[in-house]
């Protein structure tokens, strides 16, 4: 191989070092893109890595190439490379020879979504994958959480520095739980009890487990919660003689009381962001009510956050409070899987 392809591919060459480095006894598995997405192909990553870990217990270690800068320079920040890092995913040995396949199509997913909107992730992040995170399980993982890699950690490329971040399936009410705590808090005392948050199809959620139930619940009323924003589709707002409406899709009702409760609750600003549409929850002694280009300021004192968070029930239906001009309208809601088909309507 020659100085100039060497050069060509230095980006690529310093992750598979650092793999080789953490397993240097065997060669890993390549899953190659056969037509780059540059070209027009499915595919945005140029490939995913699999090798064969028996830390924590036996289980497959996935490694992405592609969100970093593999070959050339491109993007103007010398000190990062491409989006700043790669995923990897810590799945549990089943006694199968080769590894699964879904995980590749997942991280090759997660890649479709950062390529196509921008939105990167980073440790203590999370993503709902509206369904199990392999297709046509009936696993209770239903989510993903990021955090970095332990035994990867960062590094400097010759395209700047990155860092290796691991995607943990997670349940749909440890997700929420993660939302009201701090999600690298969280992700710390998973650890505990899932060394190397080690994904398991098979498990179930922690937070039928009254101690670790015990420890979000205890950190979430210490800490609040670190998460600032909150989307969801259906989000629609109007304000007539200051008094303030807002359209939300029904079914949140769970996870957006303890996220009031959590950030508003502890003096925090809570952002509710919609397709068009911004609603800011904040705590104050005075009640008010601002609408400047569909975003909605709502100051809540503490009754008024008492009753808002009692006004958002488990179905459709409109529900106005009493000690502050605001109306809660509750609408049915479609919740699809990853490829778009509807799995329940909530009314």
């Known amino acids: 191989m020659n100085d100039e392809i060497e050069l060509g591919q230095a980006g690529f060459d310093a992750i598979s070092e650092k793999m080789k480095q953490l397993y240097p006894s065997q060669d890993g598995t390549y899953y190659g893109t056969i037509i780059p997405y540059s070209l027009g192909g499915g595919d945005p990553l140029d490939g995913v890595e699999v090798w064969e870990s028996e830390r924590g217990v036996p289980h497959w270690h996935y490694i992405t190439y592609g969100f970093s800068e593999l070959y050339e320079k491109e993007n103007d920040t010398p000190d990062v490379s491409g989006y700043g890092f790669e995923l990897t995913f810590r799945l549990k040995r089943s006694g199968e020879e080769q590894p699964p396949s879904w995980p590749v199509s997942l991280l090759q997913n997660l890649g479709r979504y950062i390529f196509s909107s921008g939105n990167v992730f980073s440790s203590g ?74 994904t398991d199809l098979a498990r179930g959620s922690q937070m039928e487990v009254s101690a670790f139930r015990d420890i979000c619940q205890n950190g979430m009323e210490q800490d609040g919660s670190s998460t600032g924003f909150l989307y969801l589709d259906e989000v629609g707002v109007s304000l007539k003689d200051n008094h303030a409406r807002i359209r939300l899709g029904a079914g949140h009702d769970r996870i957006l009381k303890n996220m009031l409760r959590a950030r508003v609750g502890k003096g925090k600003a809570l952002c509710l962001q919609g397709k068009n549409t911004l609603i800011q929850f904040q705590s104050g002694k005075q009640a008010l009510v601002t609408l400047e280009d569909e975003c909605l300021a709502l100051t809540l004192p503490e009754q008024a956050l008492t009753e808002l968070c009692a006004a958002l029930q488990p179905h459709a239906g409109v529900y106005p409070l009493a000690s502050f001009p605001l109306t809660v309208e509750l609408v049915p809601t479609r919740i699809t899987d990853q490829k778009g088909n509807v799995l329940k309507v909530i009314e």
Not at 154 to 177: S, V
């Open 125 to 198: 992040h999370y993503i709902d994958c509206n369904g199990p995170i392999a297709l046509e399980t009936d696993t209770l993982l239903t989510a993903l959480a990021f955090r970095v890699d332990p035994e990867l950690g960062e590094m400097d490329t010759p395209n700047g520095r990155m860092a290796f971040l691991q995607a943990i399936g997670i349940t749909g009410n440890e997700m929420e739980a993660m939302m009201c705590w701090n999600g690298e808090k969280f992700l710390a005392a998973l650890e505990e009890q899932i060394p190397l948050c080690i």
